[in-house]
């Protein structure tokens, strides 16, 4: 299976400066999207520091099969989904420990969304409220969860989609990178179809957009990644673009169509 992708970022039209960063590392066939938080340009130092740390974990063990992880990979994982996994809880604490130890950085986190393709599968990993969603066979599917306080109060109770859209505190999310000295991290594993596409994207991009419209463009200008990611990043502007927005856009293709 053949990989084509790309990935694009903008600061929107309501920010002063881009706290997002991205990560396209096709060495290792390694995506990543964080979305930093914290005062003081301090987001983009979060963020910019997590896409760093998961890059060199994969660079160093995709290297040395011997060296030693950081933390243990949990059993229940397939492999590409625990060397994500590790990643992601790696880079959580190299966050958590800049912001504990100076004032300048202190309360800074980040979001991350990140995928990892191996062996025809696609590993998918998350922490907070950016999102991974598939396009196959003309439909759109959310891959994540958000780690926010509206999907623990969707647990809790039954909820409308006009309660839904209306959610005072939709922008508050329970976890994230930075927060805390350890993360939980979710994952899961999918196998790889021709032509389907991967859509990564910060909530600059999916709280601006339906999936629907989304959709639409992928299904338009799929076959050519750069231009759907910045008409992806437009749309979101134009519907007021009130945060930063990032996509990271991976299609796979059968080698035939190469």
């Keep these: 299976m053949k990989l084509r992708y790309a990935g694009a970022t903008d600061v929107g039209r309501k920010r002063s400066h881009n ?14 999207v964080c979305d930093g938080m914290g005062g003081h ?32 990979p949990d059993r229940r994982l397939t492999d590409p989904e625990g060397r994500l996994a590790v990643s992601i809880k790696w880079a959580n604490y190299q966050v958590f420990d800049t912001a504990s130890g100076s004032l300048q950085y202190k309360g800074m986190g980040t979001t991350c969304v990140s995928a990892h393709v191996s062996d025809g599968r696609i590993a998918i990993a998350h922490v907070g409220d950016s999102r991974c969603y598939r396009i196959r066979d003309g439909r759109i599917e959310p891959m994540t969860i958000d780690h926010s306080l509206l999907e623990e ?7 409308t989609e006009e309660e839904i859209k209306n959610f005072p505190h939709k922008n508050i999310i329970v976890r994230a990178l930075g927060m805390k000295e350890t993360v939980a991290v979710d ?9 389907d596409v991967y859509l990564l994207c910060c909530d600059g991009l999916s709280g601006e957009m339906e999936d629907s419209e ?7 200008l799929g076959h050519d990644l750069d231009r759907c990611s910045k008409e992806l990043i437009e749309r979101a502007n134009r519907h007021g673009g009130r945060d930063n927005i990032t996509v990271v856009l991976i299609r796979a293709e059968d080698e035939r169509q190469s």
């Design 19 to 32: 706290e997002d960063r991205l990560l396209v590392q096709p060495e290792d066939n390694l995506f990543v």
């Design 41 to 72: 340009a301090s987001g983009e130092i979060a963020s910019q520091l997590a896409v760093d740390e998961m890059g060199q974990f994969f660079k160093d063990s995709g290297a040395d099969a011997e060296i030693t992880w950081p933390y243990k």
């Design 153 to 159: 109060y969707k647990k809790l109770a039954q909820i």
């Design 187 to 195: 994952t899961r594993v999918e196998d790889l179809r021709a032509d």
């Design 214 to 220: 989304m959709l639409a463009v992928v299904r338009e």
